[in-house]
């Protein structure tokens, strides 16, 4: 989980075009974990909501902070922190009822994929990704030739996490990871990354004062969490600190690359290229658990966004994160890759177009469908409710769009002669109810 920070046009340790470039940089937009854009088919249609769903708020742990802060210190030790270093990290760390009510409410806000993109992969900011580009040629290139990891895939990640260093964030590390530690929603995740963040400071590397990022404790120019700091950050500039907090993006887009080649990323594998899907296409067969050779694909009449064929990249699968009105897309083993910075479809469209552009790729083809909206969170819930209660079982209510629920879709719409799409949209939900 991690932070999509605003950005305010205030560009640090970038000069010339980059600023220019940057300051015309359109901003970034909160995602829920994962996107459940499904918006509905054209011909059946709904009132658009006014308001968004909330999520009820569990009582705080507010009034017991410096109780569960005790009882944590000694958890923490435990596991080889040292007494002094916890006192001094610990000694201004707070209860920030913000962190938490921003914690709760993330899945309330959805927004449409279209929306996202038209954001994420702005003109503008494809302009401030090749000024980042050419500034920063020469260690970018030194970069991909050690891990094998692309530089416009690096840059992508730097573009849609901090605007290219302009937003890093401002919020106490430890401020952030203590008071989601304590709230207690996810405590052993946020306690385990509070320890390693408490290592990191112990290590020397990096000053209390520079530990300060997103509210969900993301830090640096492309947005670390403490454990990810641990395993994959870089010393790439040689000075004997793997500093991914100063003006100097060199160690965080290195330990970017790192992170992305130590999860399996593969050299010149696409991580996903617009398709154009033929008459009579088996839309059963649109899901990421079906995987088929590239030739096999093709053999199905799949070609790429101009008609042209298809190298072979590896197994793909075929993604429609729109339903069959928006863009196809064939998937590789790198989008995957991908989905371990993020696990959002949308976060992993956006930064591989993004870096698509940034070499001189154009824009995505196919029309999205703009009139739709997404279903809110009781919606989803309400969604899965009725497919599991009519047959369709989704393995769980939970509110997100996941393989499980979108298989469920695809047999209830092959079940009504529908396109079985997969798609969580307005129509499925109307014809349920």
């Not at 306690?191 to 590397?205: F, H, M, R, T």
């Amino acid at each position: 989980m991690r932070q999509f920070l605003q950005f305010l046009g205030i560009p640090v340790a970038m000069a010339g075009s980059l600023c220019a470039a940057l300051a015309q940089t359109s901003p970034p937009v909160e995602l829920s974990p994962r996107p459940a854009a499904r918006p509905g088919d054209s011909a059946m249609t709904a009132p658009r909501e006014t308001r968004p769903h909330r999520m009820p708020a569990p009582a705080s742990c507010s009034g017991g902070f410096l109780k569960w802060r005790d009882a944590f210190r000694a958890r923490a030790l435990a596991r080889g922190v040292q007494p002094s270093v916890f006192d001094r990290a610990m000694a201004s760390a707070r209860y920030d009822p913000g962190i938490v009510e921003r914690d709760r409410n993330q899945s309330e806000f959805t927004r449409a994929i279209w929306d996202y993109l038209d954001s994420a992969v702005s003109a503008a900011r494809v302009r401030a990704g090749e000024a980042a580009l050419k500034a920063h040629a020469r260690i970018l290139a030194a970069i991909e030739r050690r891990y094998g990891v692309e530089k416009e895939i690096v840059a992508a990640i730097w573009g849609l996490e901090s605007s290219y260093g302009a937003v890093r964030g401002d919020t106490p590390i430890f401020t952030a990871l203590a008071t989601l530690a304590c709230d207690g929603r996810r405590q052993a995740f946020f306690e385990s990354q509070l320890v390693d963040a408490l290592k990191i400071l112990q290590s020397g590397e990096a000053r209390l004062a520079q530990m300060r990022g997103s509210w969900a404790g993301a830090m640096g120019h492309t947005q670390f969490m403490p454990a990810a700091w641990l395993r994959f950050a870089v010393d790439f500039d040689g000075d004997g600190r793997r500093d991914i907090w100063s003006d100097d993006p060199t160690d965080a887009l290195a330990s970017t690359a790192a992170y992305l080649a130590g999860n399996g990323w593969r050299k010149g594998q696409p991580w996903g290229l617009e398709v154009r899907l033929p008459e009579g296409f088996d839309y059963m067969a649109t899901s990421e658990r079906v995987k088929k050779p590239v030739s096999a694909w093709m053999a199905m009449g799949v070609r790429d966004a101009r008609g042209r064929r298809i190298p072979e990249h590896g197994p793909a699968s075929i993604l429609l994160p729109a339903g069959h009105h928006g863009p196809a897309f064939m998937i590789f083993d790198n989008f995957h890759v991908l989905e371990r910075y993020n696990t959002a479809d949308a976060y992993v469209i956006a930064v591989g177009h993004l870096a698509d552009r940034l070499r001189g790729g154009a824009p995505i083809r196919h029309p999205w469908p703009r009139g739709d909206r997404m279903l809110n969170f009781a919606e989803r819930v309400e969604l899965q409710q009725r497919l599991t209660a009519a047959g369709f079982d989704t393995r769980g209510v939970d509110g997100i769009i996941g393989p499980n629920t979108i298989a469920a879709i695809q047999a209830w719409q092959a079940a009504q002669g529908l396109v079985p799409d997969g798609y969580a949209s307005l129509a499925v939900l109307a014809a349920l109810r």
